[in-house]
């Protein structure tokens, strides 16, 4: 059994922030680069199916029909009798009442809509085309669809953004009552317009504002179970809690990054070039996962990690889990287990029982934290 992570390379334009593989939306390109995922998607006929994700990009910029076809072959290729859960990610833009409800009718039981945002102002600096009243028309559209399972994404810490603007952001935002929330502060990478803008980030807001906001959320009822995720009860995310644990998925779709058989690779960022290959596959026999390898044409990076490196990465992901931690057989290795001591004895970690947990006072430095295991 495994997880499964489908790669939408499209939007319909892309943010300024944003710094993933996605290209502009063209009908016809779209229509070949479903053909070539249902094709790569064949390699894996029957396999067991624990959860599906569905990212990008903007999955909802695809037509109806694409989105159609896409997701009744994925029932017809897999084994979705032991799915958990099945997420399809969308922009209020770009979704629609009859998405919404092919999405609902094929089996998806959770979204993550794409706020980031509830003043316009914001969206606006961001890159964004949608506005505030176009997320509370989608968001209630979702609902009365049926869907009782929904992620908002925000984003924090932008340019003259204080403490009170955010509260009244997510102020704003808890008024829906998503069930789950997922706080990412704005991170300026090289490669996106806002960096070329000159547009800097302050990490001192950024931390206030995040420790606000595990004092808000905690009061209204939401778990903080990840980093950067809060949740309502039982309504953690399945899909990527197992990428935490450090646990199997498929990854497909081009620029698509998975994890089999202790290999991580990720597909080639080239459409026209993923669409060529996918479309001269010929279906493994055997054992798929041992034998994912003989794709190895599809992928631009294929790592095979060996006993060490899968202990430091359990360390590094299985940290991120604030409320389950890390066994702490992880740190068996020497200089994992001296490190282990140092960070126990400045109170950065704490241990219960077997469990090796995060100390919430230093959730905001988690990066520099685990890269003491990476030395």
């Not at 509830?118 to 964004?128: A, C, N």
């Not at 509370?136 to 609902?143: E, I, L, Q, S």
């Not at 980093?227 to 620029?255: D, M, P, Q, V």
Request: positive net charge; glycine residues 6%; charged residues 25%.
């Amino acid at each position: 059994m495994a997880c499964l992570y489908i790669h939408i390379p499209f939007c319909k334009q892309k943010c300024l922030y944003c710094s993933f593989f996605s290209v502009k939306y063209d009908d016809i390109l779209a229509d070949r680069y479903i053909g070539a995922l249902i094709e790569h998607a064949g390699q894996f006929k029957n396999e067991n199916i624990l959860s599906i994700y569905v990212g990008g990009g903007t999955p909802s910029v695809l037509s109806s029909e694409q989105i159609q076809k896409l997701l009744q072959a994925l029932k017809n290729i897999f084994n979705l009798s032991a799915i958990q859960e099945f997420t399809f990610e969308l922009n209020p833009e770009s979704a629609s009442k009859e998405k919404l409800h092919i999405l609902k009718q094929l089996g998806v039981n959770r979204l993550s809509i794409g706020l980031q945002s509830v003043e316009d102002k914001s969206l606006k600096f961001l890159g964004r085309i949608h506005d505030f009243k176009t997320f509370c028309y989608v968001y209630d559209a979702a609902r009365k669809e049926g869907f009782a399972n929904v992620n908002i994404d925000l984003i924090y810490g932008l340019p003259k953004q204080t403490l009170k603007d955010w509260k009244q952001v997510l102020k704003k935002t808890l008024l829906f009552n998503s069930e789950h929330l997922s706080l990412y502060p704005l991170s300026v990478e090289e490669s996106t317009p806002l960096y070329k803008n000159g547009i800097i980030t302050n990490d001192d807001i950024q931390r206030d504002i995040y420790n606000e906001s595990m004092k808000i959320l905690a009061n209204s009822g939401y778990n903080h179970y990840e980093i950067s995720n809060w949740s309502k009860k039982e309504r953690e995310s399945f899909h990527s809690t197992n990428y935490w644990r450090n646990l199997e998925y498929i990854g497909l779709g081009a620029g698509a990054s998975g994890y089999l058989k202790r290999r991580r690779y990720k597909n080639i960022e080239n459409i026209e070039r993923y669409i060529e290959l996918c479309s001269s596959l010929q279906v493994v026999k055997g054992d798929r996962f041992k034998q994912y390898g003989s794709l190895s044409f599809l992928k631009t990076e294929n790592e095979y990690i060996n006993d060490k490196l899968y202990k430091t990465e359990t360390i590094m992901l299985g940290l991120r889990l604030l409320n389950e931690g890390v066994n702490i057989n992880c740190f068996n290795n020497p200089k994992h287990y001296a490190m282990l001591l140092e960070c126990l004895k400045d109170k950065m970690l704490e241990r219960k029982n077997s469990k090796i947990k995060l100390a919430k006072e230093y959730i905001f430095v988690f990066n520099q934290i685990v890269l003491k295991f990476m030395e």
